[in-house]
Structure formats: structure tokens, C-alpha cells
């Protein structure tokens, strides 16, 4: 059995928290992929509890308050100053209306989401969060998906502005009067990280998909700007949608779809060295993201508790430098490219 010890923590930004290199993501309790058994889902969190993961993330959007509901039974059955619970705003539920047939999710709660960054919404956003999570404070406070890929070009100015105009001032509110630890923002791009970024006082900033073994377009400019401005950095999606864990099998998921043929080239060329050095695709993956610079933790989704298990045991196996040279050598790394040390996950 995996010793509670084991899981290494790491200094969360400015803040006082500290965090698990390992952090559960909420957004499967949901009931994203299908509807899951009530405490199978629960399980799954408290076994990450028992294993060391400290960090909890989820979000009103997911299952539209099932994630907060389900992560609040867990929390209730350990002490709360043990974790770390981080939620987002930027949608509030309605119970009045239907949630109706776009929310992206095959099961959840039956409420509407209403988008809203505005300064009011973002404080019901976490009343209602408080009272899903059944607990009297939440550590980390994102702003959520204020980003192209959820609103589009012709809006994102917008949403931006409204962000910062209205989810920004209250959440730096709440910082100033202690009733939070940090403030910081979920998106799925490197772009929008640096512009909230440059324009506030951010503690913690969750990307998603932009920094794995596959690309790495957020060392261009994000990870950089993070480091010099003390922004701790959580990364969601190291494995693009499924592949990296999958491997290149026909049907391969990508940012949510089927993987192009240039795509699956590339990670089953990323495969031959993996297993040139005896070590799984997803293990190299997680092993990888973490070494990046500026990364406190990797957030990653389960249903089950086998599945947190798997995770915690691929961050805790070892992984050879030489795997990293080779890659490099393939040119299935950039020269420049930060790869972890033996001891990376410390």
C-alpha cells in the first residue's frame, strides 16, 4: 500500500498553503463521461484523502453543483484543515430553470448555469458554492474559462473585462479580508493566463491541456511570466484529452476529439522511446508535467478509487534521465525543453 508520506508537497505561490504534487480534479463527479454511483464517486475522493492528495478541485459547472455535492460528503469525514479546496466562479446555478441539452455533462443536477463575472454573481457563485461544499470557507477561488475556447473571439473582450471589472474586485476582497487564501484563474490557454496575468495580484493560475509531453506552447511565454511574478501553477489535462494515457490506439481522444494522423505519429514515435526504457506512456506524461517550471501541482480527474491509485503510484515509480536525452534526441522535445530530475517530485 502507497505510504501517506510518500506524496510530496509543494509551497502553493505566495500563499502560506502547501499542496500535493497531486491534486484531485472534480470534474468526472459530474457525471461528465456518464452517471456515476453515488459512493463509488465519494470513494474515489476520500481515497485520494487516505493516499496523501491534499488538494481538491472542482467547480459549480461541473454536473451543475453534482462535483461540489459529492466532494462535500468527502470533505465532512476528514478534517477540514487537513485539505486544500479549490472552486471556481463565473457561473451560478438557477434552480428554476432546466439546465437544458448543452451543458456538456450526461448526468448532474437539473439547474441552468448562468455565465456571470460580474461582481454580484461572482458572490453568489460562492454562497452557493459554500453551501454545496457544506463548509464555512474555500482556500482557492478561480475565475473560470474566461477564455476563447468557451466564449469565442467576438466575446472574449468582454468576458474579460467583466472578469476583471467584476470577479476580480470581489475575489481580491474576500483575499484582503482573509476569508480566502488565493485568487486565481481556470482557462484552457497560455494566452489568457499571461493577460490576467499582467493585469492583477493572481496567486495561482490552472491551465489546462497547454503544457504536456505532446506540446508546450505555455513555456513560451506563461511559465516564465509565472515564475518571475511567484504564480503557482496547476496543470489539468497533461494527458490532451486521453492520448497520453491511451497511447496512439485507433480512436485516440485529443482536445476532446479523435486525434488527427500527425498527432497519433507523433505520440507512438513518444511511445517507442518510452518503452525502449521500460516506462508507460502515462507515467512519462505525469513525470514530465510535473518537472515544469513554476508547477506546484498536477490536477487530475478520477471516478474510482482504483483510478487514484493508479495516478498516485505512476507519480511515485521512477524514470530514467536517459529517457528524457532521447527524447530530446528524437527531436520529441525541444533542446531547450525543462525535463524533470530523478528527483522532481520532491
Not at 4 to 19: D, H, N, W, Y
Not at 69 to 78: E, L, M, N
Not at 187 to 208: I, P, T
Request: hydrophobic share 45%; proline share 5%; aromatic share 6%.
Amino acid at each position: 500500500m502507497t505510504s501517506l508520506s510518500a506524496l510530496p508537497r509543494r509551497a502553493l505561490g505566495r500563499t502560506a498553503l502547501k499542496v500535493s504534487v497531486l491534486g484531485f480534479g472534480g470534474a468526472p463527479l459530474g457525471d461528465l463521461y456518464g452517471e456515476l454511483d453515488d459512493a463509488a464517486a465519494i470513494a474515489a475522493v476520500e481515497r485520494a484523502f487516505k493516499l496523501g492528495i491534499n488538494l481538491l478541485d472542482t467547480s459549480p459547472l461541473y454536473g451543475h453543483g453534482l462535483s461540489e455535492h459529492r466532494c462535500g460528503t468527502a470533505i465532512r469525514r476528514v478534517p477540514r484543515r487537513d485539505i486544500v479546496v479549490c472552486t471556481k466562479v463565473g457561473r451560478w446555478m438557477d434552480p428554476f430553470h432546466a439546465r437544458g441539452s448543452g451543458s456538456g455533462y450526461v448526468g448532474g443536477q437539473p439547474h441552468r448555469a448562468v455565465i456571470d463575472y460580474s461582481y454580484d454573481g461572482t458572490m453568489r457563485s460562492v454562497e452557493q458554492s459554500l453551501l454545496r461544499l457544506g463548509t464555512d470557507r474555500i482556500d482557492l477561488l478561480l475565475i473560470h474559462d474566461v477564455d476563447v475556447w468557451t466564449h469565442g473571439r467576438d466575446a472574449i473582450e468582454d468576458r474579460f473585462r467583466e472578469a476583471m471589472t467584476g470577479a476580480y474586485v470581489a475575489l481580491d476582497r474576500l483575499r484582503g479580508e482573509g476569508v480566502i487564501a488565493g485568487v486565481g484563474v481556470g482557462v484552457n490557454e497560455a494566452e489568457m493566463c499571461v493577460r490576467f496575468a499582467n493585469a492583477g495580484s493572481f496567486d495561482v493560475m490552472l491551465l489546462a491541456g497547454r503544457y504536456s509531453l505532446l506540446e508546450q506552447p505555455a513555456l513560451v511565454q506563461f511559465l516564465p511570466l509565472a515564475e518571475q511574478k511567484r504564480i503557482a501553477v496547476l496543470l489539468g489535462g497533461v494527458f490532451n484529452s486521453g492520448i497520453l494515457a491511451t497511447g496512439a490506439v485507433p480512436g485516440a481522444k485529443y482536445n476532446y476529439k479523435d486525434a488527427p494522423p500527425e498527432i497519433l505519429d507523433k505520440v507512438a514515435r513518444i511511445e517507442r522511446v518510452c518503452a525502449a526504457h521500460g516506462v508507460a506512456l502515462s507515467v512519462a506524461a505525469l513525470h514530465f508535467a510535473i518537472g515544469a517550471p513554476a508547477v506546484a501541482s498536477l490536477v487530475l480527474g478520477a471516478q474510482r478509487p482504483e483510478e487514484v491509485e493508479r495516478n498516485v503510484n505512476a507519480l511515485l515509480a521512477k524514470v530514467p534521465d536517459k529517457l528524457w536525452a532521447d527524447l530530446k534526441a528524437e527531436r520529441l522535445l525541444d533542446a531547450d525543453v525543462p525535463v524533470p530530475r530523478a528527483d522532481a517530485a520532491s
